[in-house]
């Protein structure tokens, strides 16, 4: 019989998916209607050049949906056309944190069963990245990728620069070179920090010193120190940077510190207890990134903080939407009684 659909087989893609997908077009388009026979496995096998394996495969996953039933003696037919596809979505995170976590989720349930989502954790390494991406190339519809890369980023870039532009969304960081990809929803972490601590500098006038815990061990956006740094600088503080807070870091009345690590928040509490100072009066605190426990911790710890949820919203929504852009994700201060 002739078959009522053309496949135009890739490399990068599995050919039984690509069979699947061929049938389902074929349904989208209706060449193909409900109780319609479709070829038989040697049939499609002969005339595309492929194994009965690869055939099977494909028939096993398009019954598994429920797209295809089978008559014995007879054949193959469409059982429904009532299709809506599924996309694919590549989820590629640098690490897994409660933050990350919140923007999985508000992504995923945003998305809701318009779209199938696999995650992947690239671990800040562009080799690990490498190879998963190489893996799924013509896999998936769409690319969503957080590229925090501090080693090899050149290697990064070039892998990123295989994804197909159309498909590719970066996440929580935006790469100015990449001027033709779908979308983006980013922070811009050195201005960001910059304008919230301006935000906060009636406060901070109270403090003699501002000091940034910025760790050495755990990869954290260089621009961050830029723009404490920045903000220092314009507005004439007497600043410092240090990569921890431990047991033995001297702590004096006057200092005001912006922490990133909950680690470090935690050490300099201890320190300001045992040491008797108040905190929000003698020793200022600002911690990176909001949680519900800083809300209530020392009847509040002073936060500055992107919106999590929101950008795994956004980015969703540029899926869903089909709308590609770039859009910079709200980052703002919250004052409360640690400064």
Do not use: W
């Not at 740094?229 to 410092?240: G, L, P, Q, Y």
Request: hydrophobic residues 40%; contains cysteine.
């Amino acid at each position: 019989m002739e078959t009522p659909f053309m496949i135009e087989f890739e490399e990068a893609n599995p050919k039984y998916l690509q069979i699947v997908d061929a049938v389902i077009d074929a349904i989208r388009t209706r060449k193909l209607q409900r109780g319609q026979r479709v070829p038989s496995i040697n049939e499609l096998s002969e005339e595309f050049l492929l194994s009965r394996d690869t055939v099977e495969k494909a028939y096993r996953e398009l019954r598994r949906r429920g797209i295809i039933t089978s008559v014995k003696g007879k054949g193959y037919f469409i059982n429904r056309t009532d299709i809506q596809a599924q996309l694919r979505v590549m989820l590629l995170f640098n690490k897994i944190s409660n933050y990350k976590k919140q923007i999985y989720n508000s992504f995923v349930r945003c998305l809701g069963e318009s779209a199938k989502v696999d995650l992947y954790i690239h671990h800040f390494n562009a080799h690990i990245f490498e190879s998963l991406v190489q893996n799924a190339l013509g896999l998936y519809d769409y690319y969503v990728v957080m590229p925090h890369f501090y080693e090899d980023t050149e290697l990064a870039l070039h892998v990123l620069q295989q994804i197909p532009p159309e498909k590719l969304i970066l996440l929580d960081r935006n790469l100015p070179q990449l001027k033709d990809i779908f979308g983006a929803v980013y922070q811009d972490f050195e201005m960001d920090i910059c304008n919230a601590l301006y935000e906060a500098e009636d406060m901070l006038r109270r403090y003699e010193e501002l000091i940034l815990v910025f760790p050495e061990i755990i990869p954290y956006p260089p621009e961050i120190a830029r723009g404490f740094k920045r903000f220092c600088m314009e507005a004439s503080f007497d600043f410092d940077i240090i990569r921890e807070i431990s047991s033995h870091t001297p702590v004096q009345k006057g200092e005001a510190y912006v922490v990133i690590e909950e680690t470090d928040l935690v050490n300099l509490i201890k320190l300001c207890r045992s040491q008797g100072l108040q905190i929000g009066k003698d020793i200022g605190i600002i911690s990176y990134n909001e949680t519900p426990l800083k809300e209530i911790l020392l009847d509040g710890i002073t936060v500055v903080t992107t919106d999590h949820e929101h950008m795994g919203q956004l980015a969703a929504q540029l899926i869903l939407e089909k709308k590609g852009q770039k859009i910079k994700n709200n980052f703002h201060l919250i004052r409360r009684h640690s400064l």
